[in-house]
């Protein structure tokens, strides 16, 4: 069972910035970062491919950014100019299918392993 840690989060104020890190062991696998804020469902945001191809949701296009570090085995999901609305709890998964140059994928149903959660606060 793979299990990824994610850290990072915190408390941060309108247009203020934080970097999230996601841990994963035996690398190489399409990662995608999820949120889920009170009441609503788990959404994708973003999403890396194993060749570093990426996707994200237009709400956040423009402010944040997935990357990888394959020597650390870690996922990154800087987010710049947070708002109020980016206010969730934010989860790391990895997908254990996929071929080299498929496309990352956005829904939830599509990953097999997750991490635990961080929560992301934005308020002023």
């Known amino acids: 069972q793979l299990q990824l840690v994610e850290s990072g989060g915190g408390l941060v104020q309108p247009g203020g910035s934080l970097r999230l890190s996601c841990a994963v062991p035996g690398f190489n696998f399409p990662i995608g970062w999820f949120r889920q804020a009170p009441g609503k469902e788990r959404e994708g945001v973003s999403c890396i491919n194993r060749i570093d191809r990426t996707n994200s949701a237009e709400s956040v296009k423009g402010r944040f950014t997935i990357s990888r570090n394959n020597a650390r085995n870690t996922a990154y999901l800087q987010m710049n100019n947070l708002k109020p609305e980016d206010t969730a709890v934010y989860y790391c998964?990895?997908?254990?299918?996929?071929?080299?140059?498929?496309?990352?994928?956005?829904?939830?149903?599509?990953?097999?392993?997750w991490g635990q959660g961080t929560q992301v606060t934005v308020s002023s």
């Open positions: 998964a990895a997908r254990s299918s996929g071929g080299l140059f498929s496309d990352c994928r956005m829904e939830a149903v599509d990953y097999d392993y």
